[in-house]
């Protein structure tokens, strides 16, 4: 059997301020193959934004196993991670092509390389035009689409999302996400992507990780069985429904 | 196009509206026939330039040194602390009280001991407007270099960025706007500062001027004085002004 490209075991992390201590995380436990969108799904408190730092290396935690990349499948935490914010987080005094290219000027890629890179990637996410623009001239679906290129610019093997369209008006956030799995589908990357969005978990996951709150837990972790390319038609279908109500009902929502 | 009729258009007003006070000033005094003693006319105002012996050149320039000596060295050194703030967590912790408590001297009541330390002149007045303008840009640049998204933070060490890239590439330019605003301030400031020095004691300058003129009642000249100091002012802001418009992307300014 060989092993996954990301493998979490027991997975367990508490804060403690003054004293007090709060479950954030526990018991979670799955794979991600390479290629794999999986959408990490739940209430706010319980912890997937934790998971995804922890998957970040920017948290430690306090049992349990986690590792990313295997023998056949390198991966260098330095250079390999992708973040996407809740925000766009562009920065104001930097056009476009200029913030995207961000990441490899920390990275010390080669920076005529990065720049037509850059572009690429900005006609890739549905941005071609707008390269020299700064991040006020436009809107905040375009910003997150620039902030996706950030992302996928230095080439890293894993992308961590963290509710990107979570401040999109409702219409917008539905076109990205049929745009993040045209993204997905022509990147090949390897995507985590968390979500409070059951409908958006379900859709755009290839897999989902159901986490619960109060106390926060892995509830479950289920393949979703819906070919790609996806139109927005396969919500209305009845095994669409049957994994959505699958996740209500782990919730509590009946 | 419209665009551009638009801005022809607030100039023009901003123009008139001007005009308008100087217009309603100069009915004022010579239909009111209000005494030149208490308030000279638009002409004579004017008309206070050309007597020779209140060297009007000179003065401009003494306190224009001061006005500017005192806000250039305000914001270098301002600049600078700010940066060793950042640089140094502890020394923040150690001196911003300092700082703070030190702000709430009036730099006003400082003009006598100035004098004492340093006799009359231009230094102790150009000390005067640094004081005053210091704090301000201190405080806005130490606040600009602080105000990092946390998660630009995550960011950059998740690609394991060192604090200098951190610092060049996302604090320092991201300061920038604050450190302008601390600068507009100042510069409205450094010319209050540079007045009450040159009020407390000096021997040259717009303000020692106003002072000597006093005396003989030449209110025209006093009149002349305060717009030329209006105008320094005017001066040392519009500079601030386009730097920041130069430096700073428009959304990213302060108001």
Redesign the interface.
């Known amino acids: 059997m060989s092993e996954a490209f990301i493998h979490l075991e027991g997975v367990k992390k508490i804060y403690r301020t003054r004293g007090v201590e709060f479950l954030a995380v526990s018991e979670a436990t799955f794979d991600v193959e390479q290629g794999e969108l999986v959408s990490l799904v739940g209430p706010s408190g319980c912890g997937k934004t934790t998971l995804l730092?922890i998957l970040?290396?920017?948290h430690g935690y306090d049992a349990g196993k986690v590792r990313i990349g295997s023998a056949r499948q390198p991966f260098n935490?330095?250079?390999d991670?992708g973040?996407v914010?809740?925000?766009p987080?562009l920065?104001?005094?930097r056009k476009i092509v200029d913030n995207v290219m961000?990441?490899t000027?920390?990275?010390g890629i080669p920076q005529d390389a990065a720049r037509k890179r850059a572009y690429e990637l900005l006609e890739l996410v549905g941005l071609k035009g707008h390269e020299e623009k700064?991040?006020?001239e436009l809107s905040g679906g375009m910003q997150q689409r620039a902030s996706i290129a950030r992302a996928l610019v230095?080439d890293p093997k894993l992308v961590l999302m963290d509710e990107p369209f979570g401040a999109l008006d409702a219409l917008t956030r539905e076109k990205m996400n049929l745009e993040l799995l045209r993204i997905w589908e022509e990147s090949k990357k390897t995507i985590i992507f968390v979500t409070h969005g059951i409908t958006e978990a379900v859709f755009l996951g290839t897999r989902v990780v159901v986490l619960t709150a109060g106390p926060a837990k892995m509830a479950d972790n289920f393949q979703v069985d819906i070919p790609m390319p996806r139109t927005l038609d396969v919500r209305n279908t009845e095994k669409f429904g049957e994994y959505t109500r699958r996740i209500y009902r782990l919730l509590g929502i009946e | 196009m419209s665009g551009s009729n638009e801005q022809v258009q607030r100039y023009a007003l901003a123009v008139l509206s001007h005009l308008i006070l100087i217009a309603i000033w100069h009915f004022f005094v010579v239909y009111g026939e209000v005494p030149k003693v208490v308030m000279p006319s638009p002409y004579d105002t004017v008309h206070a330039l050309l007597v020779p012996n209140y060297r009007w050149l000179e003065n401009i320039l003494a306190t224009s040194i001061e006005i500017f000596g005192g806000f250039l060295i305000a914001a270098i050194f301002g600049i600078l602390t700010a940066l060793l703030f950042s640089w140094f967590r502890w020394l923040e912790m150690f001196a911003m009280p300092l700082l703070v408590s030190l702000n709430m001297i009036p730099k006003v009541a400082l003009g006598p001991l100035m004098i004492v330390w340093f006799k009359y002149g231009i230094w102790p007045n150009t000390l005067m407007a640094f004081a005053i303008c210091f704090f301000p840009i201190v405080l806005t640049t130490a606040r600009g270099l602080r105000e990092v998204?946390p998660?630009?933070l995550?960011?950059?060490?998740?690609?394991?960025?060192s604090r200098w890239?951190l610092f060049t590439?996302?604090q320092l330019?991201?300061a920038?706007p604050y450190t302008f605003s601390g600068m507009k301030v100042a510069a409205i400031l450094a010319v209050a500062g540079a007045i009450v020095g040159e009020f407390l004691g000096s021997e040259r300058g717009l303000g020692y001027l106003m002072l000597q003129v006093q005396v003989t009642l030449d209110t025209a000249a006093m009149f002349m004085a305060v717009i030329l100091i209006t105008l320094i002012g005017g001066l040392l802001y519009g500079i601030v002004l386009g730097l920041e418009r130069y430096f700073?992307?428009?959304?990213?300014r302060i108001q």
């Open positions: 730092k970040a290396g920017l935490p330095a250079k991670i973040m914010f809740q925000q987080l920065l104001k005094w961000l990441p000027e920390i990275l700064y991040p006020y230095h | 998204e998660d630009l995550d960011l950059v060490r998740t690609l394991r960025g890239q590439k996302i330019p991201g920038l700073v992307v428009k959304d990213a």
